[in-house]
């Protein structure tokens, strides 16, 4: 059984199975094996189609996309159509920008797979300059991460850095942070003057 019959097979097994819910799990299996199909150049195209294809399937399907879906695409990408098709990375890119899934993984598996102007133009012009200098991918990119950091306003996805992918520190963080450890001090000071008022308190009972 080659790679296209394993991932067919893959999917028709997963919707066969009624006793069990659709899970990402399956679906990014098949585009895996999609995206180590060789063989004949028409081969490798219909395997990056039918991996495309798959993505939709999630969507129609109402399963969880994943950053792991899009690694998993932009690594299908890259094999099957070479490190010459630029455009299809940007468009997968792009569609994991609008549905707020980029993280670390999917910035520098995008970022290895196309040229230094490619990365400019999709990513640096759109990143956010900060006031150290330092450039971080918009919010609603990386929305949907889960991850949250505490600041004075409340909960907030981290500023992923525009450059590798890692969170970045802002002010409010920061500031939050420092709130957070003078809170701490002012308790510890607050406690000891407890104990030496009782400690003098029971010296002159």
């Given at each position: 059984i080659d790679q296209l019959e394993q991932s067919e097979e893959l999917l028709r097994r997963a919707r066969e199975n009624t006793q069990q819910p659709f899970t990402s799990t399956i679906f990014n299996a098949a585009i895996k094996v999609y995206g180590n199909v060789r063989g004949e150049e028409s081969k490798k195209q219909n395997a990056f189609k039918k991996s495309l294809q798959t993505l939709e399937s999630m969507k129609k399907n109402k399963v969880d996309v994943t950053s792991e879906t899009f690694v998993l695409l932009l690594d299908a990408s890259r094999r099957l159509l070479g490190r010459s098709n630029e455009k299809s990375q940007a468009n997968i890119f792009a569609s994991a920008a609008l549905l707020g899934l980029v993280d670390r993984e999917i910035l520098l598996t995008?970022?290895?797979?196309?040229?230094?102007?490619?990365?400019?133009?999709?990513?640096?012009?759109?990143?956010?300059?900060?006031?150290?200098?330092?450039?971080?991918?918009?919010?609603?990119?990386?929305?949907?991460?889960?991850?949250?950091?505490?600041?004075?306003?409340?909960?907030?996805?981290?500023?992923?850095?525009?450059?590798?992918?890692?969170?970045?520190?802002?002010?409010?963080?920061?500031?939050?942070?420092?709130?957070?450890?003078?809170?701490?001090?002012?308790?510890?000071?607050?406690?000891?003057?407890?104990?030496?008022?009782?400690?003098?308190?029971?010296?002159?009972?």
């Open positions: 995008f970022k290895s797979g196309i040229s230094e102007q490619m990365f400019e133009e999709v990513v640096t012009w759109n990143a956010e300059s900060r006031p150290d200098g330092t450039k971080t991918l918009p919010e609603a990119w990386t929305r949907n991460l889960g991850t949250r950091a505490l600041t004075i306003t409340g909960r907030r996805p981290p500023p992923v850095s525009a450059e590798d992918g890692g969170f970045a520190h802002t002010p409010a963080m920061l500031n939050f942070k420092m709130r957070k450890i003078c809170s701490r001090r002012n308790q510890k000071l607050l406690q000891g003057g407890r104990r030496r008022v009782d400690k003098i308190a029971r010296g002159h009972m």
